[in-house]
Every structure is written in structure tokens, then in C-alpha cells.
């Protein structure tokens, strides 16, 4: 009875602290985040050769929220574009409140302008003497060599400058007396490069990115989009009349959606226009697309669909570090693709849905140093990403990459393995480490190991150079033997041939010397 009666206690005791871990459980809050630290929500992946998916830790991870609550009573009815300054200040564009609001980087609030002020705070008027307000702008560019901000003041047609430190207004720019084509000046994005020329994305226009001088005088159309050609309408298109292509659909070149520049002052834009032939642009002072892709895949996000959605990738913005590494925001599966300067695809992560840090409808992109600033219009928010330890090492060494720093970026692509020994970009950055450093037998090996073959077959052309110089004597040497012995081979089949053509005469001389007789 007494041993019934301690088994019946322990029973209840095992109950007991059962029901009391159940419970504490049910009070823990429930995230998205795996037991090594990173969120289901950015779980990652890259490609390999073969276009197969590959898990990849995630390279960022959500940091903090920008949402209404930082505004301090200001309505926030969007958030349709963002850049960042380089003293760490985001600016982003609510296009339904007509207002750009700005952020320090821990997304405290700032400033905030809808009617347009003059530096010393007066209201700013224009020729006609009518307040200058801003209606339904849609992109924003911080130029920091002048130190202005530019404000594509989309519903009033023209372009706001303001003043960097002061948010004062410096200057109108309205639409071009000498502008050509059929185009309307509805700005949408900017960007201005070192040279001052200010670059202009006009939504669903064909012809191209339009070019302003510093003082808004036209200068021309920059970077014609080729559009994509059916063989079906080449042919029939070939074999019509005149009047019969004239009734026929005419193809037009593929607007851009959005536009930065990078650390080097190429233009890069991204369009999502399904008849487009590329998709990532980096444009040189000719409009020609420069773009690397040297990677195992081209630049174009997803290479398959997923599940029951058919269609690809598509980019709504674009963000340039100033090592050329750069990120493309697809708004179709709310996606972000990392490409480093060769075009190798380091990372890709997000998605849609309701989880925290997933997006609803993500608009643009933009860094934050080493962070990633990215808005979504439809949840009215900023998020800020900051990068993981992994992400951290595999920018690190891009960036030391990038600007010759080799033993740094073995260091950090070393790291990178360490955190991810099936990260097959890593295996690559180190093989580039080599073969700049001309070992190229070892560059060899790592390329290998990443299934990178196109830079393995570069590594191959340098050791093989390197190898016939090291043993060029020897193949001289060997060289010199054979051809002594082609030509001693022949010397000797020449005699050979004529003592044998000797013999055979001789003894067709005694054979009719003997008929004679």
C-alpha cells in the first residue's frame, strides 16, 4: 500500500511539472525563428550550375519597423519611395499625403514637408505667386556632391530641389520648352550623377530615360530598352506590304520602372515589362547595357516558378553599394536578390504573406551602409534590415574583393565557409582571391568546389600558360627530338627507298643481260 501510494505521488509530481512547462510554454511568445537564431521568414537560397535551389542561412534579418507610430501624429497613408543619405538621414515619399518624410537611422522622426519652405522657413512661392506644394510625387534622389534632394513631383509635372541641411528650396525645374517625342514630363524617378546630369524615369514611356542638363534643359533620351521579338512576327512581319504593316501591332520599347547610380557613375535602371530583353541594366555614357553576368545563372531573380504562380520576377527598384554589390526588390513574391559586381547571385530571400517581416506590396529599396531599407506601400512601413553574421562576412569580402584587399576578402569568404561550408559562393570568392594572386592551381580547386565554370576556365587558361612557360625548354627540347626524328625517319625511308630502286634496276639489268645471251 505504501509503494502504491509513493508511485501514485511520483505520478502526480510528473504531471504536475508537466502541466506547469505546458503552460509556461503556451505564455512564451511564438516567432519565426529558427534554434540557431535565423527567421523561417528570410530563409534563403542561392543557384547552382544546374539551376537547382540551394538552402542558404539568410544574409539579413529584420531589425526594426518604421511605421506611423514614428511620425508623431502626421498621417501615413503610403510608402512608395525611400533613398538614404550618406550621413545616415532616410527620406521617404508618401505619394497619397503628397509628402516626403524623414528619418534618422534608428527611424526616429525628423522633418516632414508637403507645402515647400525656403531655408530661412518662410513659405516658398513660385513665379506666379502661388505656394509651392508637392501633389502625388512618387521617387526621391539624394545627390550628395551639391548636397540637394531631388523630388519627383509627379501631379504637378516638374522637379523640386531642396536643400540637403536645410530642406529649404533651392530650385524648379519644369518641363523642358525643347523636349521632343510623344513622352509627357511626368517625373516619376531620379537619379543625377557626378556630372551633374539628372536622369528622369517617365512610367510607361518608350523612349528611353530621359537627360537633363543640371539647369533642366533637355539633352536627349539615354538607354532605349530592346524589346523582345516573336520569330512568328519577324517572319510575317518580313513577308507584309507596306499597308499591311501599317495595320499591324507595332512594337514598342519597354518602359523602366526605376533608376539609381552606382559607385563608379553607370546608370543602373531595373524594368518588370514581361516584352523587355533584359531586366537589370548597368548603362555606360553610350546607353549600352554593361551589365556582368558571370555567374550560373543571368540576372533575372527566379529562374522557375513556383508552385501555381507563372510569372517571373518582377523589379520594382534597384540599390548599388559602392562596391558594386547590388539589390533587386521583386514585388511579384516580395523577394530581395543580392548580385555581386560579376553578377553572381550571393543570396536571395522574403516572401509574402502575414508574418512578421514578410511584405504586402514592397515598393523600393535602398542601404543603409551596410543595412537594407525597404518600404512597402500597402503596410504603410519602413523596414530595416540589418545584415546576419553570415551576411555580414560575405559582404565584407565582396567589398575587400572589389577593392583589391585579397587577404581581407580570404579572411571573410573564410568566415562565410564557416557559417555555410555548402555556400558555393564563398568557394568562388576565394578562388577569385587566387586567381588574382596568379595561383591559379589553387584557384582551380576552389572554383571547382564552387561550380563555378566560368571562372574555372579562366583559372585554366592562366595555369596552362603559366605551365607551358615553366616547362618551355623541355617542350622545346622534346619538340627539337621529334621533328629530328620525323625528318631522320625520312631521311632514312628516302635511302631506304632508293638502294631498294637501285637493287631493283641492277637486277632488271642482269635479267635482260641473260635474255640476250
Known amino acids: 500500500m505504501v509503494i502504491y501510494m509513493r508511485k501514485k505521488n511520483g505520478v502526480q509530481k510528473i504531471k504536475w511539472l508537466a502541466g506547469l512547462l505546458a503552460g509556461c510554454l503556451m505564455l512564451t511568445p511564438v516567432c519565426a525563428e529558427a534554434s540557431d537564431g535565423s527567421s523561417y521568414v528570410y530563409d534563403g537560397y542561392t543557384y547552382d550550375f544546374y539551376g537547382n535551389a540551394k538552402e542558404s542561412p539568410a544574409m539579413f534579418l529584420l531589425e526594426r519597423t518604421i511605421t506611423a507610430e514614428n511620425l508623431g501624429g502626421i498621417v501615413l497613408s503610403g510608402a512608395d519611395d525611400v533613398c538614404t543619405s550618406e550621413d545616415g538621414r532616410i527620406f521617404m515619399i508618401d505619394t497619397v499625403e503628397s509628402r516626403m518624410n524623414v528619418f534618422d537611422n534608428g527611424g526616429g522622426y525628423l522633418y516632414s514637408t508637403k507645402l515647400v519652405r525656403t531655408a530661412d522657413g518662410k513659405i516658398a512661392l513660385d513665379e506666379s505667386g502661388n505656394q509651392i506644394m508637392l501633389n502625388a510625387p512618387e521617387g526621391v534622389y539624394i545627390h550628395e556632391k551639391e548636397r540637394e534632394i531631388y523630388i519627383a513631383d509627379t501631379g504637378n509635372k516638374r522637379i523640386v530641389v531642396l536643400d540637403l541641411d536645410t530642406y529649404g528650396l533651392l530650385r524648379i525645374i519644369n518641363a523642358p520648352e525643347e523636349l521632343i517625342g510623344v513622352t509627357e514630363f511626368k517625373p516619376s524617378k531620379i537619379t543625377v550623377d557626378l556630372a551633374d546630369r539628372i536622369y528622369v524615369v517617365v512610367q510607361s514611356s518608350y523612349e528611353g530615360i530621359l537627360e ?152 523600393s529599396i535602398a542601404w543603409l551602409d551596410n543595412k537594407l531599407v525597404v518600404s512597402d506601400t500597402m503596410l504603410k512601413c519602413i523596414y530595416i534590415l540589418a545584415p546576419t553574421a553570415f551576411g555580414q562576412s560575405v559582404l565584407d569580402g565582396n567589398r575587400s574583393y572589389y577593392f583589391g584587399k585579397w587577404d581581407e576578402a580570404l579572411v571573410s569568404f573564410q568566415q562565410a565557409l564557416s557559417l555555410n561550408a555548402n555556400y558555393e559562393g564563398a568557394y568562388s570568392g576565394i578562388g577569385k582571391n587566387y586567381l588574382m594572386k596568379d595561383d591559379y592551381e589553387t584557384a582551380m580547386y576552389y572554383f571547382e568546389m564552387g561550380n563555378n565554370r566560368k571562372f574555372y576556365s579562366k583559372a585554366y587558361n592562366g595555369y596552362r600558360g603559366e605551365w607551358l612557360e615553366g616547362h618551355f625548354l623541355i617542350i622545346m627540347v622534346l619538340f627539337i627530338l621529334l621533328v629530328a626524328a620525323v625528318v631522320g625517319s625520312e631521311i632514312r625511308y628516302h635511302r631506304q627507298s632508293k638502294l631498294k630502286a637501285k637493287a631493283a634496276m641492277k637486277l632488271r639489268n642482269s635479267r635482260r643481260g641473260r635474255a640476250t645471251e
Open 212 to 363: 537633363l542638363t543640371r539647369e533642366g534643359e533637355f539633352a536627349g533620351y539615354y538607354g532605349v530598352n530592346t524589346p523582345m521579338v516573336s520569330l512568328t512576327d519577324y517572319f510575317w512581319k518580313s513577308i507584309a506590304s507596306d499597308e499591311q504593316k501599317e495595320k499591324m501591332t507595332k512594337t514598342y520599347a519597354p518602359a523602366f520602372n526605376n533608376i539609381t547610380l552606382d559607385g563608379e557613375g553607370f546608370v543602373m535602371a531595373v524594368t518588370y515589362d514581361s516584352s523587355a530583353s533584359d531586366m537589370v541594366f548597368r548603362l555606360n555614357s553610350k546607353g549600352e547595357n554593361v551589365l556582368r553576368e558571370e555567374g550560373n545563372t543571368y540576372v533575372i531573380g527566379d529562374i522557375w516558378s513556383m508552385g501555381s504562380d507563372s510569372a517571373g520576377s518582377q523589379f520594382v527598384d534597384i540599390a548599388v553599394t559602392d562596391f558594386g554589390t547590388y539589390a533587386l526588390l521583386d514585388r511579384s513574391k516580395g523577394r530581395i536578390f543580392l548580385y555581386n559586381f560579376d553578377g553572381e547571385l550571393l543570396n536571395a530571400f522574403g516572401s509574402l504573406g502575414n508574418l512578421k517581416g514578410e511584405f504586402k506590396n514592397p515598393t
